[in-house]
């Protein structure tokens, strides 16, 4: 079955420090791969998502995931993190054909201290 | 404004009684969905619907009911039979058409069984 994991359940960052968010998926075929956030008090909101092209993808308020298809992953990053990106991120794949459904990871806690 | 609307906010059961959460669209999506949220699991699929009268069970459907009876509702029913149902329950819509993964998510609603 297909699985996605995200690899840090909650990180501590201080503001100006890079951050990194693990995410792997388990499917060997073609998949379409998101990053979802949810900020305190706010609903889910798309981040950043690849479908094709460049593996490196540019998402909103300075995110960006690089998708590497032998490793399976698709790793969120930003160079300087700050405390309003305090918030739960969620990687998700679709990989179910024509359907829409997203298979989601357990979800990563960043809490950023001013 | 355009978007998904779910109600209750919060609401509390006792147990062996069924409870319906509403979903509301105004975005004229094809496509809608029911996902679980608990800690530490991440997403988990419920049902989804891609076209009016018609739906699919999800990766967690017993103790569950849905109806698409409306484009623009799409109902969840948590019966007496879902053996946890304490948790946070998230309505999205998509796009019909080739998909995109882009999900629309409502605010939620918080149940908890007394």
């Known amino acids: 079955a297909q699985s996605v994991s995200q690899h840090n359940h909650h990180v501590i960052l201080s503001e100006a420090a890079s951050l990194e968010l693990g995410c792997n998926y388990s499917y060997g075929g073609t998949v379409n791969l998101f990053w979802y956030v949810q900020y305190p008090g706010q609903h889910l909101q798309l981040l950043l998502k690849y479908f094709s092209g460049d593996p490196l993808v540019k998402g909103i308020k300075g995110f960006e995931a690089e998708f590497i298809k032998s490793k399976f992953s698709f790793n969120l990053r930003k160079p300087s993190v700050q405390w309003s990106d305090t918030a739960e991120y969620f990687c998700?794949?679709?990989?179910?054909?024509?359907?829409?459904?997203?298979?989601f990871g357990q979800g990563t806690t960043l809490q950023v201290k001013p | 404004d355009g978007g998904i609307t779910q109600s209750p906010k919060y609401l509390f059961r006792k147990e062996g009684q069924n409870v319906t959460l509403s979903c509301e669209q105004n975005l004229n999506h094809d496509a809608m969905y029911w996902y679980r949220q608990d800690p530490g699991q991440g997403l988990r699929l419920i049902y989804y619907?891609?076209?009016?009268?018609?739906?699919q069970k999800g990766d967690i459907a017993e103790g569950y009911s849905v109806s698409r009876e409306k484009k623009e509702s799409f109902p969840l029913t948590v019966t007496s039979a879902q053996k946890n149902p304490t948790a946070f329950y998230l309505c999205?819509?998509?796009?019909?058409?080739?998909?995109?993964?882009?999900?629309?998510f409502g605010e939620g609603s918080r149940l908890t069984v007394l």
């Open positions: 999205a819509s998509s796009p019909g058409g080739p998909v995109t993964g882009e999900l629309f």
């Open positions: 619907s891609q076209i009016v009268n018609d739906f």
């Open positions: 998700a794949v679709n990989a179910g054909g024509n359907t829409g459904k997203l298979i």
